[in-house]
């Protein structure tokens, strides 16, 4: 079959890599000029960088058995990271769960309530039966308002934005439970992992198979419009116009509401109904370095970011010439903050990181970059899971498959791939 897919990220390379192999013409498209979606990266000294911060976690089984499919098992490096949170304008050590016992912010209590609240995570199987419920009351009930108003409040309003009082007690359970589990078998120490070179490699490879087997990745090349007629796709792109036997939609489900026709107007007002999170994302290379540590939650309403992520404390095999700190921030996309210009961005993270890091110097900047994305985090409000779209779509060979769909899990490179491997098992192989 000739396919197209819409996103050249985790999830349409990994179906394009997986459909090539069967036989299947392909060719994907992405409006932005690097490979990757949100796995894209630059060039930092003598190394490539993901432009948004990445790890993976040792349940991320997934992307593991790919990273050794590709042969690249020998470039994953397992880290163990040290992290802290920012409150009270004092940053507190928040690794462990002995950490946690002596978080001073909050009363014993509190802390034991946090704690158990954490632990029993792991052991909540039906995630059906809290989706109903917010993750404030949810909380609340478990850690009480002492714990969710100092340390959870500040979190959710940073990662929201004017959703945070909708969002499911799944999303929080979920985050527990990942957390948990990649402590595995010893509860005190987590180990993250990281691809030497960056993540990146395992996309150019998919990339370059899909070249091997006659297929096309075109960057740089936006699509417009997808219709059918007689049977066939008809894609319209910045690049003309191209007939496909059967299309992979693999960005957000509104996207896709605003370049198919041909569909009732009940079915595109589902599509919009899944809202995402905005993101901005500074990346500094610094001739200093800014903490000892590797993560830091920020859980004050005054700091612009809600993460400080020092890069090169966790990885250890780089070739930067720089320390690397991501500062991240999620907002709504009305935000006005979202659309202000880079120098503005620039400005107000460095002096948000002047309140916290009050020694640091602007004269450590060796270069920065900013990037932003309109569709980086679903928003997992009540009653999600009667959102959520199906894959097959109800124009017969159009396929939906996005990270809005991945739930009870949250988003991440472990369960884009799992998405292109999915919907690439819908396509049987054809015969020699």
């Known amino acids: 079959m000739k396919i197209a897919i819409i996103g050249a990220g985790?999830?349409?390379?990994?179906?394009?890599?997986?459909?090539?192999?069967?036989?299947?013409?392909?060719?994907?498209?992405?409006?932005?000029?690097?490979?990757?979606?949100?796995?894209?990266?630059?060039?930092?000294?003598?190394?490539?960088?993901?432009?948004?911060?990445?790890?993976?976690?040792t349940n991320d089984t997934i992307i593991i058995d790919i990273i050794k499919e590709l042969g690249f098992e020998s470039e994953l490096k397992?880290?163990?990271?040290?992290?802290?949170?920012?409150?009270?304008?004092?940053?507190?050590?928040?690794?462990?769960?002995?950490?946690l016992l002596l978080f001073k912010p909050l009363s014993f209590i509190s802390r034991i309530r946090?704690?158990?609240?954490?632990?029993?995570?792991?052991?909540?199987?039906?995630?059906l039966a809290i989706e109903d419920i917010t993750a404030r009351d949810w909380i609340i009930k478990r850690g009480g308002e002492e714990c969710y108003n100092l340390v959870w409040e500040p979190l959710l309003n940073s990662k929201f934005d004017i959703d945070s009082d909708k969002i499911a007690a799944t999303w929080i359970w979920n985050k527990f439970k990942l957390r948990g589990s990649s402590r595995?078998?010893?509860?005190?120490?987590?180990?993250?992992?990281?691809?030497?070179?960056?993540?990146?490699?395992?996309?150019?490879?998919?990339?370059?198979?899909i070249k091997s087997c006659n297929g096309e990745i075109r960057l740089n090349d936006g699509v417009t419009e997808i219709y059918k007629s007689n049977g066939t796709f008809k894609i319209k792109s910045k690049s003309g116009m191209e007939e496909y036997d059967s299309v992979i939609f693999t960005a957000s489900p509104e996207k896709l509401s605003y370049v198919i026709k041909g569909m009732g107007k009940h079915y595109l007002d589902s599509l919009r109904k899944i809202k995402y999170k905005a993101n901005i994302c500074m990346i500094l290379e610094l001739?200093?370095?800014?903490?000892?540590?590797?993560?830091?939650?920020?859980?004050d309403k005054e700091i612009p970011f809600v993460l400080v992520i020092e890069h090169t404390n966790l990885v250890k095999n780089h070739k930067y010439g720089s320390h690397i700190v991501y500062l991240s921030r999620y907002l709504d996309a009305t935000n006005e903050l979202y659309s202000k210009d880079d120098e503005s961005i620039k400005d107000l993270f460095i002096s948000g990181l002047k309140k916290i890091f009050p020694n640091f110097s602007k004269e450590w900047i060796i270069k920065y970059h900013i990037n932003r994305t309109r569709d980086a985090q679903p928003v997992v409000r009540t009653g999600y899971s009667k959102l959520i779209p199906e894959i097959e779509t109800p124009m017969k060979g159009l396929y939906l498959t996005s990270m809005s769909q991945i739930y009870p899990e949250d988003r991440g490179q472990n369960y884009a791939i799992r998405s292109g491997l999915e919907i690439s098992e819908r396509f049987p192989a054809l015969e020699e």
């Open 184 to 209: 595995g078998k010893n509860i005190i120490k987590e180990q993250l992992g990281y691809m030497d070179g960056s993540f990146v490699k395992i996309y150019y490879r998919m990339a370059e198979i």
């Open 287 to 299: 001739k200093e370095s800014l903490m000892p540590n590797y993560w830091m939650t920020v859980a």
């Open 114 to 127: 946090m704690g158990l609240m954490v632990l029993q995570a792991r052991f909540v199987k039906d995630y």
């Open 10 to 57: 985790a999830t349409g390379l990994a179906a394009g890599w997986k459909l090539s192999l069967k036989g299947h013409s392909v060719t994907v498209y992405d409006k932005n000029d690097r490979l990757g979606g949100l796995t894209a990266a630059i060039p930092v000294g003598d190394d490539m960088l993901e432009i948004y911060y990445h790890h993976i976690f």
């Open 78 to 99: 397992w880290y163990e990271p040290s992290n802290v949170i920012y409150i009270n304008n004092t940053i507190y050590p928040f690794t462990s769960p002995m950490d």
